[in-house]
């Protein structure tokens, strides 16, 4: 095992394969910067290059990329308030209200370091866990999905912020949003409108984009100034974020651990661990009025989570070919070209590829972070720059990532539409993450609630992993109601103490 | 050069050529082809059409440039749909779904917005079977286990209704009277096929093909869990993992059922026999209809091809154009009392 650990980072470093790595890092870079232009297309285009590969080579091309994009897209998050891929969008959420006073530096400098951190908890947790990956994925069936899916649904007050009522209706509106396309049992087409492009549902990125880009853009556009609105001298403290990164260790660890898990379990992806380790930032934190406005806690869960789940992810993947996500579909994709069987033999008879791709994720973030911070100071100078100039370019690639979910006009139809209802929501004071939150939970929920019935009727309730998530998904509901109660009593006590002693 | 001649040599500058005038190469030159993927990348579909985007500009006369765009939607209903009425048909536009599609447009379903007898095919890559397997432990050895009043009820998983998975078990329940119960809803073939891992259902229905190429762990070797109980079609595929297996038209002559329930699974199995295929839309020039035909015949043949599916472990059985033409056209022609009864069955 040792000696496949070895070997696997030689590998990464032999020739062509290093090279190949910065190849796709390169590109990764630049798909990961631009908003709406994700991995998965970005990886569609370089398939092909990978025909004459060897294993380890295309590996590295192709991991180089789908690693850094995850980093890179926290950047579009937080600088311009779109989401540069569809797993950093709950970067938003801290990161571009940071940037807006000011503090894009620090922003960037958290959710780089948080995402360095994450990505090699998160790979060696891949690493250690090989052993025991097979029974533990195993052990998840669609009553485990259900289960998961709800307990996703219970972090929806917590992403509501102040107005929990709001959250709540934003959330259902996302879950009735996901049912537009054929129901996964009967084919029944549901508000498709006689279309055929919707019936395999909403677009998540048209969505997404048209969701947070459009009312940023129209922000920018009514304000007339830069994206930053207070004008620091320095550019907010690039170290202050990568030392707020270890000020909070503990958060980033357990957040690390959310990534993981989430990547490890098939079928689910990043786009629901960001929203769960932000709930949890917020929840475990005991002063949680900056959140929204532009706590740094906001910015290093996600940001460290959807780094976490990079290497995670792999592990569904290639031992039992469920990818969880676009691109690691296209990456399973890329496996059976290079003639390796998905399957649990993958993790015994090519562990030093395996390892390799460990070390890929872990290096290919290191250069990243780096390269960043170099140019941090030059990147969050974007912010300062007049909107006028800013506009049209950000329209442009917005819509142009939005064409691009399934190559259609219908998906920028679905784009504008999108932008419509989040600029009417961030008008009426309506959070936006339960919605997206509840977009990502339908389908998962819809599956497995069916299957789930079909398969156990009403036994399914009673299997242990599903009671033991049950009971978390209780008390992410209850216990911050249920604490907020003993403080309030424990307060009257003293109040009454204080009373008798007067 | 008096006035008149100036007008008259302007106007034949811009006097359009007859498309079937010019030569295929002359059309071709400069140009671009786009292969049109009903499916997101990544998928078998995806992988095909860049695995023969690779070698193919060769052997078209010009030597066009490929590429490959996907369009998913409706289980690849939309890119059948844009590229019989919304894409140009000059031949630069070829479109590429699942078989099942024919069969959708003879039951009449829902959104089908092409004529499958005017689509102008170009090949297929497989030529396989459906089947059905189910886990060693479920208590079913034999698929005679699961027929009739006294047979098991097997469950098995699938990932769509109307599609490979679905439509074997329910026709083989009408037909040869077998027990199976679908469990529908899963998100595609891998999630299909771990259920049955992890033992939440006992079996799943899929094509040889598939079985072959991206499950054999399953079938196997220290992992292997399951066992084939059933192919369509007439014949069995000289196969390991199909060795003692029965056929399914051939058990249900033995069985001695109807004219009907043969007919019905000759339809089923049509669809099977042809897949992966390519097209182009109606009325392109039958020059270029031609020569696009011979080029995914030399495709196929060629050793870069070969060797890519060799090491995906994809057996490449393809089909030229015209025999493709002919499955489809057969599948048309199913009579009509089978078809309503398909149609109640599968939909």
Redesign the interface.
């Known amino acids: 095992m040792l000696e496949a650990f070895l070997s696997g980072l030689l590998d990464v470093f032999a020739y062509p394969t290093f090279v190949l790595m910065l190849l796709g890092i390169a590109a990764g870079f630049v798909v990961g910067i631009l908003p709406g232009i994700g991995s998965?297309g970005a990886?569609?285009i370089m398939?092909?290059f990978i025909?004459t590969m060897k294993p380890v080579e295309a590996v590295a091309f192709l991991l180089g990329m789908y690693a850094v994009t995850a980093t890179t897209g926290d950047i579009t998050s937080i600088l311009f308030g779109v989401p540069g891929e569809v797993v950093s969008t709950a970067t938003i959420i801290d990161g571009h209200p940071m940037a807006k006073h000011g503090e894009a530096g620090r922003a960037l400098g958290a959710a780089l370091m948080s995402s360095l951190v994450g990505a090699v908890i998160g790979a060696f947790t891949l690493a250690a866990a090989i052993p025991i990956v097979t029974p533990l994925v195993?052990?998840?069936?669609?009553p485990e999905f259900l289960a998961l899916g709800l307990l996703g649904i219970a972090f929806l007050a917590v992403l509501s912020g102040e107005s929990k009522l709001k959250g709540v209706l934003a959330g259902g509106m996302g879950l009735v949003l996901a049912m537009v396309g054929?129901d996964?049992?009967?084919?029944i087409?549901r508000y498709t409108f006689g279309l055929?492009?919707?019936?395999?549902g909403v677009g998540l990125v048209a969505a997404l984009v048209g969701l947070f880009a459009v009312p940023e853009i129209v922000d920018l556009w009514v304000k007339g100034t830069g994206i930053a609105e207070t004008q620091v001298g320095k550019l907010g403290g690039v170290w202050q974020g990568i030392k707020d990164t270890f000020i909070h260790l503990g958060l980033t660890f357990r957040c690390s651990m959310i990534g993981t898990f989430f990547g490890l379990v098939?079928?689910v992806s990043g786009a629901l661990s960001q929203w769960v380790s932000y709930g949890h930032a917020v929840q475990s934190a005991s002063d949680k009025s900056r959140f929204g406005k532009g706590d740094v806690r906001g910015v290093l869960g996600p940001g460290a989570a959807n780094n976490s789940g990079v290497g995670a992810a792999m592990i569904p993947t290639i031992a039992?070919?469920?990818?969880g996500s676009?691109t690691t579909?296209?990456?399973?994709?890329a496996f059976?070209?290079?003639?390796l069987?998905?399957?649990?033999?993958i993790l015994t008879e090519n562990l030093s590829l395996i390892f390799s791709m460990v070390w890929l994720i872990v290096v290919s973030n290191i250069i990243t972070v780096i390269v960043c911070l170099i140019f941090l100071n030059q990147l969050a100078k974007i912010t300062q720059i007049r909107g006028a100039l800013l506009i049209p370019a950000l329209l442009t690639l917005v819509f142009l990532g939005g064409y691009a979910d399934?190559?259609?006009y219908l998906a920028l139809a679905i784009t504008l539409a999108f932008g419509v209802v989040g600029l009417v929501m961030v008008h009426q004071g309506w959070p936006r993450p339960p919605m997206v939150l509840g977009l990502v939970l339908g389908?998962l929920i819809e599956?497995n609630l069916?299957?789930s019935y079909?398969?156990y009727r009403f036994g399914f309730l009673l299997r242990p992993i599903v009671l033991v998530i049950i009971a978390v998904a209780a008390a992410v509901l209850f216990l911050p109601n249920i604490q907020e109660m003993i403080a309030k009593r424990s307060a009257l006590k003293e109040g009454m103490v204080v009373a008798d002693e007067e | 050069m008096t006035k008149k001649w100036w007008v008259l040599t302007v106007a034949l500058a811009f006097f359009p050529v007859p498309a079937s005038g010019a030569s295929v190469e002359d059309f071709y030159k400069g140009k671009t082809i786009r292969i049109v993927v009903g499916f997101a990348p990544g998928g078998a579909i995806d992988t095909n059409a860049r695995l023969l985007q690779k070698v193919l500009s060769k052997y078209i006369p010009g030597g066009p440039n490929i590429v490959v765009e996907n369009k998913p939607g409706g289980g690849s209903m939309l890119a059948a749909n844009t590229v019989y009425n919304a894409e140009p048909r000059d031949g630069t536009v070829i479109g590429t779904f699942v078989s099942e599609l024919v069969l959708q447009q003879v039951l009449g379903a829902p959104g089908v917005r092409f004529d499958a007898a005017k689509y102008q095919w170009l090949s297929s890559t497989f030529d396989t079977a459906g089947m059905c397997a189910a886990r060693i432990d479920s208590g079913v050895a034999r698929i005679e286990d699961a027929i009739g009043d006294r047979g098991k009820e097997l469950v098995v998983s699938s990932f769509g209704k109307g599609g490979p998975s679905h439509i074997p078990p329910a026709v083989f329940n009408v037909t040869l009277g077998t027990k199976f119960k679908v469990v529908t809803g899963y998100e595609g073939g891998a999630a299909q096929r771990l259920a049955v891992k992890n033992k939440e259902v006992h079996g799943f229905c899929t094509t040889v093909q598939s079985i072959t190429s991206l499950a054999p762990d399953m079938f196997e070797g220290p992992t292997a869990c399951c066992k084939v109980l059933i192919v369509t079609g007439s014949d069995v595929e000289d196969h390991p993992f199909l060795k003692g297996v029965p056929a399914a038209e051939k058990l249900v002559e033995k069985l001695r059922k109807g004219k009907d329930d043969l007919a019905m699974l000759r339809a089923i199995q049509a669809a099977n026999r042809i897949s992966l295929p390519m097209a182009l839309g109606p009325e392109v020039p039958q020059d270029r209809l031609q020569a696009l035909r011979r080029a995914f015949e030399k495709a196929f043949a060629d050793p870069e091809v070969r060797k890519a599916a060799e090491k995906m472990k994809m057996d490449l059985s393809p089909k030229t154009g015209e025999e493709v033409s002919r499955v489809v056209q057969e599948l048309l022609g199913t009579p009509k009392p089978v078809l309503a009864r398909l149609k109640e069955v599968i939909q």
């Open positions: 998965p990886m569609a398939l092909p025909f195993l052990s998840f069936k669609s054929l996964p049992q009967e084919n087409e055929v492009g919707l019936w395999e098939p079928g039992f070919g469920v990818p676009a579909a296209i990456l399973l994709g059976m070209i290079q003639g069987q998905p399957g649990p033999k399934t190559n259609s389908p599956r069916f299957i079909e398969v």
